[in-house]
């Protein structure tokens, strides 16, 4: 039984640089079957939540100039739950913009946050987890992240530090956070995954909507000053305009900047459902299926010799032959051709200019 | 001043199979632009012989699945001069053909024989050897090859042993040939290499018509009682026909074994004009220019990091970086990529299928 206070706001406003050339600013990765599997990121996270959400509780927040994306690959999300950003100001004024717009309509909604372009392996256990969580949220004033249990010592995310000593009353699986720790180097991530209570930061976050509502007056007054001002015009003709003239206003800011940091009471769900945020072409290879020879290969008719630890992604290509190739990423989209070692996978914002 | 009775027949049937994808049986390498110079190998094969030759005494010979492709590259040859082969039967028949046909209307042609897909850096040093051996050709019955001066120790060439010495009366250039040599494994070539009368047999012949016609007739007489048969039918509207039935019953034979290995006197002009007949990659990055590391690229928009001694010939592509490779070959064309080490390419017709 789905909970009708359960909603969802996927933020699909991201560029996918570190993607290039599959991914590009004119149509992120989040718009791209990277997988694939005949279907995009953003298709498959809003696939996620099918049993968890109903359909009309699910939002979208993008940059303007995804809208026509969006609408073409969600036909079944109505224009309204599609929220357009005039410009870039990272996630915590479009959280706050969603936030408020539910609030204005369903003042007692629950809401889990994700991004567009992550993947999950075992979709049951996620919403067994997400499902869990939200109702945690739905009877208390809690923030509560996924902590994403850690397999190798990855120094591309953000880690939260837990506090296992003492689990909630109401959930034995959520747990008080002590800190959230940015991005470590290699040392510091060996040094997380020898403990137990360090985990990866997902991005993904469960409230109900006073909650961040209030957690955002308390924190960035001057963000929930520009909403409240917008507050009394959503659904109506105006909105547009108001979200154009003040949307730009909002300081450039990241929820965990925003808030996640600062707030006192926050609790993390530690889980384990094969997540990746997929920020790196290396991540994908990690994500896909391999050959015997640790090959990953996107694309029709891909054939390799003497190649391993690879990933081919063509999807454009009609017919891919590579020989004596390891540990390269062989990428083909819109007759932009990137060959490059995995190793070397920084530097391609350095290639892509 | 041109010898009005100067003639060349260009051999434009190849299929180019070791060139994939760049080249396929739909576009072979002879009517593409592989140099990236804006003209194809056919169209700079003709330039070639523009001060050699009048425009109304070139001949193409090609399959008749080609015909149009050459008329497309070449519309300044008017279709007599296009000679459509039913079907592929090596050299000796190609040369038969256009040597009968040629023959009945210019019984005094003199003629030289080359590919269209092999090319010269030198044309100045290439227009001076033909128009030489031309003329020796004009008043003598002999059979001349150009035997190109090795440069290194080649095994994808046939060689030309030649008697050095003693020169020709009329031609202090030209001398006997002592024997035509197969494709030598390495160490003989280092051999040939080291010696000073061994040549590339470069496939350019010079004779006259009633030379090649009469060696035809005495080595390959049943070779020359087709083409006999044709003959009265040349420039009629029999003609056609007539090749459609007779052609396809010629032996498929190379105008080396029919020929050249059985004639008593045959000659060689050892040149140096930068021949190469472009068979295979490796030729091709030896021929084009190179940047500071040894990278030949031909296509828009390459950027290379770390990369020395590789060919990327990526015409259809708008923008390419490889990063991190030595010694290879990268070619896209028609959403066909190919990525091999260079000294792989001998699999390329594997890799191909």
């Known amino acids: 039984m789905i909970q009708s206070n359960n909603h969802v706001v996927i933020m699909a406003g991201g560029i996918g640089s570190r993607f290039w050339p599959m991914s590009t600013e004119c149509l992120p990765k989040q718009f791209i079957d990277v997988l694939g599997c005949g279907k995009t990121l953003l298709q498959l996270t809003v696939e996620r939540f099918r049993n968890l959400c109903l359909p009309d509780n699910i939002w979208i927040v993008t940059s303007a100039k995804y809208a026509k994306l969006v609408k073409e690959q969600l036909p079944e999300i109505s224009e309204e ?9 990272n996630t915590a004024p479009c959280i706050a913009y969603a936030s408020w717009k539910i609030k204005a309509k369903y003042p007692k909604a629950n809401i889990v946050i994700t991004a567009s372009d992550h993947i999950v392996m ?8 997400v ?9 208390s004033d809690a923030i509560v992240t996924l902590g994403m249990k850690a397999t190798r010592p990855e120094t591309g995310y953000g880690y939260i530090e837990a506090d296992l000593s003492m689990s909630c009353p109401t959930n034995k699986e959520i747990f008080r956070v002590d800190a959230f720790r940015e991005k470590p180097d290699l ?3 060996k040094r997380y995954l020898m403990k137990n209570n360090y985990f990866w930061n997902a991005g993904i976050f469960i409230w109900n909507v006073s909650t961040i509502v209030n957690a955002i007056r308390v924190y960035q007054p001057s963000m929930a000053e520009i909403f409240e001002r917008i507050f009394p015009h959503f659904y109506t003709d105006k909105e547009d305009e108001m979200i154009k003239e003040l949307f730009p206003m909002c300081e450039n800011i990241s929820i965990d900047y925003a808030i996640m940091e600062k707030a006192e009471e926050i609790y993390v769900f530690p889980a384990s459902f094969g997540w990746s945020d997929l920020g790196t072409w290396g991540s994908l290879h990690e994500t896909l299926e391999k050959d015997a020879h640790n090959n990953a290969c996107v694309g029709d008719n891909i054939r390799t010799y003497e ?11 009609h017919r891919v032959v590579v020989q004596g190739l390891d540990g390269y990423i062989v990428a083909e989209k819109n007759d932009i051709l990137l060959i490059c070692r995995l190793n070397e996978e920084q530097r391609i914002r350095e290639f892509s200019e």
């Open 187 to 189: 040392e510091t991530a």
């Open 122 to 129: 075992d979709v049951y256990e996620f919403e067994r987890v």
């Open 131 to 139: 499902e869990s969580a939200m109702k945690f949220t739905s009877d």
């Open 81 to 89: 739950r599609i929220l357009l950003e005039p410009c870039r100001r």
């Open 307 to 317: 190649t391993r630890n690879c990933i081919i992604h063509t999807t454009q290509e």
